[in-house]
């Protein structure tokens, strides 16, 4: 067993808190970490430069562009920024700048509509905890851990800017506010501006001027501080508030990390005039110096490895954001979340699975040491969103996708500087995170390993990292990002002890996502193909410079041997063609990996999904599995080849080539082919179809579907979303694909689910929905889907769901209008002799249908035969099943007889019994088996009693006979009634 923790203040540190003085103990369970710490457990405290590539949004008639973070234009305006948009004066610059400032924080971005609400800052935001204190404050420095007793000052986000005992009224305050990725700086920032904008904090300033960084880092040209915030607010350009000396203004730098600061005169010249050219770093410089603006407040959020930017002498106040440290504040958040806007039923299902959610939390599970970072808080509920909430109103999603739109908000494009300087290409920060921890990922996927060891982690973090300038950049990751990917854990020792400390990626999927990043990215190279690659990169290079100096040569010097250096484009050729090679081996390690035979018989991956997030209900299995499971993996890849999912890759600053995809697909396609011919169990049949659902490529699923003749999901739980998937998969084939067959039986179907998988049933020719507790409101479901015209349903099993008598005038009016249906089972769903009557009245005008089962339905003699008589006018119509039924022996007689057919009504096949009079029936077996087929799912006590009858008419029967031959059939059907009772009363079945 694993324990995790996060990185947040130990159990027993104390703190005080600001608003009532008073002290108290975090309370939580895990091992407290800061930043420093987190140093001191990966190595060293070198740094790198992070740099954002700017994107693009359109919003409305205006361009926004925004870094990708969680926090920016997240939220709709609340009621209380209506109010103010109502008060404002038209003219006034700061209320101008208020009614803006709250438009542009409140915009939400597509990864937060999937959610399907608007959410307001007002019910959703939930407070992080924020400890004031020196950065390493009372930090061990063997184990980075901070001992226990250290005081540390809780603090609100309103009470960042309180003054302390002996602050200067006449200077502004610096506040630097530092935490990991994903802690919740930029939510912060968001609510700080939006709760200015209302009123309802930081009454102390009239101005408050949100900065990025990332923008300011973009900008080469010496621009004012007066010009800087007329571009950025054109409606502060004549504001008097800059041009003094800056009292109660507020600066916000949001990511400071983003931009390079050098506090040293020599670099940087003193300024206090807000109207002089300077580079943006030097405006920040000079600003948090006070030499510009001195009594301006300034607010600066940044990453842990960013600290040592601002000499500890410029700064105010540190204050570290620790995300949610304890259970309610997460349970806070996910109720925000997931009980916005929920009504009726959806709003039962929500608490439902925030009550699963809360008792998984509570177990201290590893989701619960993952949530006390607020970005997998919101992971968390789109990943439950996904997995209750996907119906057909909603826009296309798929897991992935969400993993991606994931990492988008939490890096944007940062990339990591090259080591020759800022006018070097870098590489993206997501391509380095593939390089390395989806390395580790991978290797762990291979064997069957979910955690490492610190010296496995060292080893494959910056193995290849030699200069000064590439270990300063691994520095750094290891303080800001890795800590993101992978969390501490205590293996349990067999003595009972401390165990081994080891290292687990923070969510499990994490760890396959990463992993299928990894190879389709194509990093799983040999040695060989890396030497090529980079062969064929210089050689290529050196052609097309010596082709051209050739061409003009042989203007004056036309001699044939030039033609020799042409072969030096063969090699760049040849490469391309392993390289195409090499793409095809990813297509078959996606193949490999979709259908392994170990895997076969485990829960299906959407299933296991939803258990790594809400847990195991019930009682823990006696027996674990002794090897981890990766079945994601295959399906994460398939999903990263999709165009959405390249589009916001694209955008993390990570390039998958169409030419790569098609190479890839066509290997895959191949292999796909061969092995969906094959009988694949119910659950690796929904891992197939949502590896096609991830990979969105309609042709292709087209063309793999296509000789696919048969479905048997019996058993699986059909979610929502897997039957979304289903018909958003099947959907992909071209009408005239038409299913033989479709077993959905046991698998736990509502009236939502059958509407959903209207498409797919109608292309179905036999359809099994028995099992699925289907009550009246269904009927009229099934009733709109048999008289459809285009409907190829020609055997529709319904047995053993509680249709009830109220059901049957549905059933009836299908019947009447259907022309598609030949074959109908309706056994044991509680029609009664009020069902069977108006089943009777819809055959008249059916004209189709050749075979009825109402065996077990508790009908009587007199409703058995109108019910007879009604079949018999029937044209088509030649077998009733009416056994297991209230049936007298006359009743019976009567029935046999008169289904022999007399007069002008036709003949129809009754089988009420396994004996016929004196005579064994000769389809004694068919209904032998079909009872015992539903043995498990019926009343024992009931069935026992129609056998016990079976086994008086068998006796009797025999007695009656003569015939030697005959004696001896009826004793040997006698012998399998009789071991069917004595089964039935051991509770078992056949």
């Not at 003009?552 to 063969?570: D, E, G, I, Q, Y």
């Not at 390690?589 to 991956?605: I, L, P």
């Not at 979304?724 to 694909?737: D, E, I, N, S």
């Not at 055959?843 to 009604?870: K, T, W």
Request: hydrophobic residues 35%.
């Amino acid at each position: 067993m694993l324990q995790c923790w996060r990185h947040v203040p130990r159990t027993g540190t104390q703190w005080i808190s600001r608003a009532g003085g008073h002290r108290g103990f975090l309370d939580t369970a895990r091992t407290s970490h800061t930043m420093k710490g987190m140093e001191r457990l990966f190595g060293s405290s070198r740094v790198y430069r992070a740099q954002p590539v700017k994107r693009e949004a359109r919003t409305g008639s205006s361009w926004l562009r925004y870094s990708g973070r969680l926090w920016e234009k997240c939220f709709p305006v609340c009621a209380s920024q209506n109010r103010l948009l109502a008060s404002s004066s038209p003219s006034d610059p700061v209320e101008i700048h208020k009614r803006k400032l709250a438009l542009w924080f409140s915009h939400l971005p597509n990864e937060e509509k999937q959610f399907g609400g608007l959410f307001s800052p007002d019910t959703m935001h939930v407070e992080p905890l924020i400890l004031e204190g020196p950065p390493g404050e009372n930090v061990n420095p063997l184990t980075g851990r901070e001992t226990p007793g250290s005081v540390h000052r809780s603090l609100t986000v309103g009470e960042l800017f309180d003054p302390d005992p002996g602050w200067d009224p006449e200077q502004g305050q610096n506040v630097v506010l530092y935490g990991a990725v994903g802690t919740g700086k930029s939510t912060v920032v968001r609510k700080l501006v939006l709760d200015w904008c209302s009123g309802s904090t930081l009454a102390q300033f009239e101005l408050v001027v949100p900065l990025s960084c990332e923008d300011l880092s973009l900008q080469s040209r010496p621009t004012s501080l007066q010009a800087l915030v007329g571009r950025m607010y054109r409606h502060l350009r004549h504001s008097d508030h800059l041009r003094g000396d800056g009292r109660d203004v507020l600066f916000i730098f949001n990511g400071m990390e983003k931009m390079r600061l050098n506090f040293s005169i020599a670099a940087t010249e003193l300024c206090s005039n807000p109207e002089e050219p300077l580079h943006p770093g030097a405006i920040a410089v000079n600003l948090l110096r006070k030499y510009l603006l001195p009594e301006a407040s300034i607010l600066v959020t940044t990453r842990p490895s960013a600290l040592d930017k601002i000499p500890s002498k410029y700064v105010d106040r540190y204050t570290e954001i620790c995300g949610f440290t304890n259970i309610e504040q997460q349970r806070a958040y996910f109720t925000s979340r997931l009980l916005q806007q929920a009504e009726g039923q959806s709003g039962r299902d929500s608490r439902e699975l925030l009550e699963m959610l809360y008792l998984n939390l509570q177990r201290e599970s590893q989701i619960a040491a993952a949530c006390f970072l607020p970005s997998y808080c919101w992971l968390t509920c789109a990943t439950l969103h996904f997995l209750h909430f996907t119906d057909v109103r909603a826009p296309i999603r798929t897991l992935t996708g969400i993993y991606t739109s994931f990492l988008r908000l939490n890096f944007g494009g940062e990339i990591l500087e090259a080591a020759g300087g800022p006018n070097q290409q870098g590489i993206s920060l997501m391509h380095y995170v593939a390089k390395t921890v989806g390395k580790l990922a991978y290797e762990g996927i291979t064997c069957k390993r979910t955690s490492f060891t610190k010296e496995e982690v060292m080893e494959k973090i910056g193995e290849e990292d030699d200069s000064d300038e590439e270990l300063r950049q691994l520095a750094v990751f290891r303080t800001d990002v890795l800590g993101f990917f992978l969390a501490r854990c205590v293996q349990s020792s067999p003595a009972g002890g401390m165990g081994e400390i080891r290292y687990v990626f923070t969510v499990p999927a994490m760890q396959e996502y990463l992993a299928a990043l990894y190879v389709v990215l194509g990093e799983k190279k040999t040695v060989l193909e890396k030497l090529g690659k980079g062969a064929s990169e210089v050689i290529g290079q050196v052609s097309d410079d010596l082709t051209t100096l050739l061409n003009v040569l042989s203007k004056f010097l036309p001699l044939r041997v030039f033609a020799f250096f042409n072969l030096l484009k063969m090699f760049p050729r040849l490469y391309s063609r392993i390289s195409g090679h090499s793409n095809g081996k990813i297509g078959k390690t996606m193949a490999s990996e979709m259908f392994k035979t170990e895997d076969q018989f485990n829960e299906d991956v959407l299933d296991q999904v939803e258990q790594s997030v809400l847990g195991v209900q019930g009682p823990s299995p006696l027996e674990r599995q002794e090897q981890e499971s990766f079945e994601l993996f295959p399906i994460f890849m398939g999903g990263l080849l999709s165009h959405g999912n390249r589009v916001l890759l694209d955008q993390l600053g990570i390039n998958i080539r169409t030419t790569a995809v098609v190479q890839i697909t066509r290997t895959l396609k191949r292999h796909l082919l061969r092995n969906s011919q094959k009988q694949m169990p119910p659950e690796e049949l929904v891992d197939f179809l949502f590896f096609l659902y991830e990979f969105q490529n309609q042709r292709f699923t087209a063309e793999v579907l296509g000789s696919l003749s048969a479905l048997n999901l019996s058993r699986v739980r059909m979610t929502p979303l897997k039957c979304f998937v289903l018909a958003a998969v099947l959907a992909c084939t071209p009408p005239r694909h038409v299913l033989e067959s479709l077993d959905l039986s046991s698998c736990s179907l509502t009236c939502e689910s059958l509407d959903t998988l209207r498409p797919v049933l109608l292309r179905c020719k036999t359809v099994n929905l028995q099992c699925n507790n289907l009550g009246p409101e269904a009927c009229d479901h099934l009733r709109s889907l048999l008289i459809d015209s285009a409907c190829a349903v020609q055997s529709l099993h319904l047995c053993d769901n509680p249709l009830s008598e109220s059901s049957a005038r549905s059933l009836a009016e299908a019947l009447s209008e259907s022309r598609s249906l030949r074959h109908l089972s309706l056994m044991n769903t509680d029609l009664g002799d009020g069902g069977a009557r108006e089943l009777a009245s819809g055959l008249g005008g059916n004209q189709g249908l050749e075979e009825i089962n109402m065996a077990y339905n508790s009908i009587g003699d007199n409703a058995a035969l109108q019910l007879l008589d009604a079949c018999r006018a029937n044209p088509t119509l030649n077998t009733i099943h009416l056994y297991l039924n209230e049936l007298s022996e006359s009743g019976k007689h009567s029935l046999h007889s008169r289904g022999l057919g007399h007069g002008e009504s036709g003949r129809v096949k009754v089988l009420a019994s396994i004996t016929q009079g004196d005579e064994l029936s000769e389809d004694w077996e068919l209904i032998l088996n079909n009872i015992r087929s539903h043995t498990t799912s019926w009343n024992r006590q009931r069935v026992r009693e129609n056998l016990q009858r079976f086994l008086q008419e068998l006796k009797g029967a025999r007695q009656q006979n003569r015939s030697v031959g005959k004696k001896l059939s009826f004793w040997r059907v006698q012998r399998q009634v009789a071991e069917e009772i004595r089964n039935l009363e051991k509770g078992t079945s056949s």
